[in-house]
Structures are given as structure tokens and as C-alpha cells.
């Protein structure tokens, strides 16, 4: 069984610039979630995907957007970077969107200066 | 708004010491909730879901639903049992018709045990 895979692992952008992470999910995994960590903080939910569309948003600005793919693999997409956006990015992925065990990723580390 | 509460930032236990890591929630829906755990160096990853009642590695929790906690807990902490823990209710709510679970988590709490 092969568990949730993210990339790249650590990525540097300056302030207005457009980024891209990369997130594989689990096997016999349909749904992927995105949480953004900061640091000393909790992950905090930006949102999901089912079925190759959103299902489901949390308080993230709509420059945060996403896509998932045939395979249930996914993107998250931020467009004009800003300094708070740096954090460390984490995938979920889950058997089904209702289901609430989800199994975690690395994370991507985004650092914007 | 669905709101976690873990108190302690930094937790600091001896080897062999009981240990309870506090959470407390306010939140509408379902009563699920876990806890992950964060070991160095390793991805998060759950450690306790409450409606299993199953105990991982010797931790137990139960939801107490008239104070609103779900305080994780263990008899006799080890050194290995050293890392991050999260408390993390989930919703599970309707988004133009589809239901979809998130989870809320707490800030977390840094268990350190002591030799």
C-alpha cells in the first residue's frame, strides 16, 4: 500500500509570485484534503477534493485553489503570494469525503520572502 | 464556529509518570473525535479515533460531553511516547449537497518524557 506522497518538499518563492504543489494520495483513496500549518500553529483546513471538484472550503482567500485529477491525485494552486502564506503545506487523503481518518503526507515546506 | 482548546503548549512528564494531555472542543455535529500525533521527523498520523475505543500504544480517551472534553491519556508514559500531539474534532457538513468531513485542530500540545 502506498501512502500519501507531496512535492516538492521544500520550495522558496518571493512575495506576488504563483505556486504549484503536487500531492499523490493513498491507494484506494478518492478524496484529498489541503491544510495549511503555520508555524507553532495547528493545520488548518484550506479544503477538499472529491471527484475532481471542491467539496468543501475552509477560511482560505480564493488566490487558494486546487485540482484533482482522474488518478485522485491533486494541486494547490496560491497566486499572488503573500509573506503569511509561508508555512508548511500539508496533503490528506481519505477512502471516501465523509470519511474523517485521514492519512497525511509530509507536507511541502513554502517559504516567501 | 467549531473552536479546540488544548491548554498546555509544553508538556513535560518522567519516565513511568501518568500523563493526560487536555482538549477541550465546542463544536455542533457528530460526536467524533481523534487525536494525531506527530513523532520527530515523521508525517502526522492518528493515533486515537474515540469511536473505535481502541487503545494505540497503551493512550485511551473518552469524550466527556457535559465538561466538552476529550483529554488523552496514559497510565505510564514512555520515552518514545515524546511528540507532538493534536486534538482534532471533525464536521462533517453539506457543501451543495455532498457531505465532507474536515478536521478542526487544536494548537497542539509538545508531550516531553523524561529517562
Known amino acids: 500500500e502506498t501512502g500519501v506522497t507531496q512535492s516538492p518538499t521544500h520550495l522558496i518563492k518571493t512575495r506576488g509570485q504563483q505556486v504549484t504543489l503536487r500531492c499523490s494520495s493513498q491507494?484506494?483513496?478518492?478524496?484529498v484534503s489541503w491544510y495549511q500549518q503555520a508555524l507553532g500553529q495547528g493545520p488548518q483546513f484550506i479544503f477538499q477534493y472529491y471527484r475532481e471538484e471542491e467539496n468543501g472550503r475552509g477560511n482560505f482567500p480564493p488566490r487558494f485553489s486546487g485540482l484533482q485529477f482522474p488518478n485522485y491525485s491533486s494541486e494547490l494552486n496560491v497566486n499572488a503570494l503573500e509573506l503569511d502564506d509561508s508555512a508548511l503545506y500539508l496533503c490528506?487523503?481519505?477512502?471516501?469525503?465523509?470519511?474523517?481518518?485521514?492519512?497525511f503526507g509530509p507536507g511541502t515546506r513554502l517559504t516567501v520572502l | 464556529a467549531q473552536r479546540v482548546t488544548q491548554p498546555e503548549k509544553l508538556l513535560s512528564v518522567f519516565k513511568g509518570a501518568p500523563v493526560e494531555l487536555k482538549c477541550n472542543y465546542s463544536y455542533s455535529g457528530s460526536p467524533e473525535l481523534f487525536w494525531y500525533v506527530q513523532y520527530s521527523r515523521q508525517r502526522l498520523q492518528l493515533l486515537l479515533r474515540?469511536?473505535s475505543r481502541e487503545s494505540i500504544k497503551g493512550f485511551t480517551a473518552d469524550l466527556n460531553k457535559g465538561e466538552t472534553s476529550f483529554h488523552l491519556k496514559k497510565p505510564f508514559a514512555q520515552e518514545e511516547d515524546s511528540a507532538m500531539y493534536y486534538c482534532?474534532?471533525?464536521?462533517?457538513?453539506?457543501?451543495?449537497?455532498?457531505?465532507?468531513?474536515?478536521?478542526?485542530f487544536g494548537q497542539g500540545t509538545i508531550l516531553t518524557v523524561h529517562p
Open positions: 482534532a474534532p471533525p464536521t462533517v457538513a453539506n457543501a451543495g449537497g455532498t457531505s465532507y468531513g474536515k478536521l478542526t
Open positions: 490528506a487523503s481519505s477512502p471516501s469525503p465523509g470519511d474523517n481518518e485521514q492519512f
Open positions: 491507494s484506494g483513496h478518492n478524496t
Open positions: 474515540h469511536i
